[in-house]
């Protein structure tokens, strides 16, 4: 029974730094509850793309593709445990995990807000410019969750662009989340998330500091108690 219990609050603390909290998994790690959940999003039809977000890894698939004028793009949100939140976030080259705020050039871009069970649609506006994007949940764009749509082949790739996320690593700023915002730059989404599964979405609510704190101090917790169950 003990040994048991001990398992039950390892797992529990590796399901909690799975989700975002405490700290990034491994790269490639694939969630218990996402990889049972996570629906495929359908096959690719002329002028439309679809794209899976977090397909039981903190990616999008495809995470660089190119899409011409009038193409539009839907992001479909895995199904998974309310509180595991991702989003489809607009940024720029420059600063791959930073939300792009308007300008006095140019409007704010495009955010899904931090959702799941949904789906998410742009469409391409000029597919002469790239589009940068990124998951805005904590730590998720530093674990390399973002994207590019008509990246450039060289300079400017999205190799570098990953690497650029991944360099700012668990140094991110955590960023608000006011819900969707359909203007964008070099494509424009069409509506707010609507839900591909059954019920409505679960608010898009994002963890404050003080829960990520006590979820890190839980997990430690629960790895301490696996141990001295086993000594």
């Given at each position: 029974?003990?040994?048991?219990?001990?398992?039950?609050?390892?797992?529990?603390?590796?399901?909690?730094?799975?989700?975002?909290?405490?700290?990034?998994?491994?790269?490639?790690?694939?969630?218990?509850?996402?990889?049972?959940?996570?629906?495929?999003?359908?096959?690719?039809?002329?002028g439309?793309?679809?794209?899976?977000?977090?397909?039981?890894?903190?990616?999008?698939?495809?995470?660089n593709?190119n899409?011409?004028?009038?193409?539009?793009?839907?992001?479909?949100?895995?199904?998974?445990?309310?509180?595991?939140?991702?989003?489809?976030?607009?940024?720029?080259?420059?600063?791959p995990?930073?939300?792009?705020?308007?300008t006095?050039?140019?409007?704010?871009?495009?955010?899904?807000?931090?959702?799941?069970?949904?789906?998410?649609?742009?469409?391409?506006?000029?597919?002469?410019q790239?589009?940068?994007?990124?998951?805005?949940?904590?730590?998720?764009?530093?674990?390399?969750?973002?994207?590019a749509?008509?990246?450039p082949?060289?300079?400017?790739?999205?190799?570098?662009?990953m690497?650029?996320a991944?360099?700012?690593?668990?140094?991110?700023?955590?960023?608000?989340?006011?819900?969707?915002?359909?203007?964008?730059?070099?494509?424009?989404?069409?509506?707010?998330?609507?839900?591909?599964?059954?019920?409505?979405?679960?608010?898009?609510?994002?963890?404050?500091?003080?829960?990520?704190?006590?979820?890190?101090?839980?997990?430690?917790?629960?790895?301490?108690?696996?141990?001295?169950?086993?000594?």
């Amino acid at each position: 029974m003990l040994l048991a219990t001990g398992v039950t609050l390892l797992c529990s603390s590796y399901a909690l730094a799975q989700a975002g909290y405490g700290g990034a998994p491994p790269a490639g790690t694939t969630t218990a509850a996402g990889a049972a959940a996570v629906p495929s999003a359908p096959a690719n039809t002329a002028g439309h793309v679809n794209v899976n977000v977090a397909p039981g890894s903190f990616t999008y698939s495809p995470n660089n593709f190119n899409a011409t004028n009038g193409t539009q793009v839907t992001f479909w949100f895995p199904a998974i445990t309310p509180g595991i939140m991702h989003s489809v976030t607009q940024g720029s080259f420059a600063n791959p995990c930073t939300y792009l705020a308007a300008t006095s050039n140019a409007s704010a871009g495009f955010d899904s807000g931090l959702t799941n069970s949904d789906q998410f649609t742009i469409t391409i506006t000029d597919d002469s410019q790239p589009i940068w994007f990124h998951c805005k949940f904590p730590l998720h764009c530093g674990m390399g969750m973002v994207g590019a749509i008509n990246a450039p082949a060289s300079g400017n790739t999205f190799d570098s662009f990953m690497a650029a996320a991944v360099k700012i690593g668990s140094n991110e700023v955590t960023q608000s989340d006011a819900g969707p915002v359909l203007s964008g730059v070099n494509a424009l989404a069409s509506a707010a998330p609507s839900a591909t599964g059954s019920g409505a979405a679960p608010a898009a609510t994002q963890p404050s500091s003080a829960m990520k704190t006590g979820v890190n101090v839980g997990a430690a917790l629960l790895g301490a108690a696996f141990v001295l169950v086993l000594a």
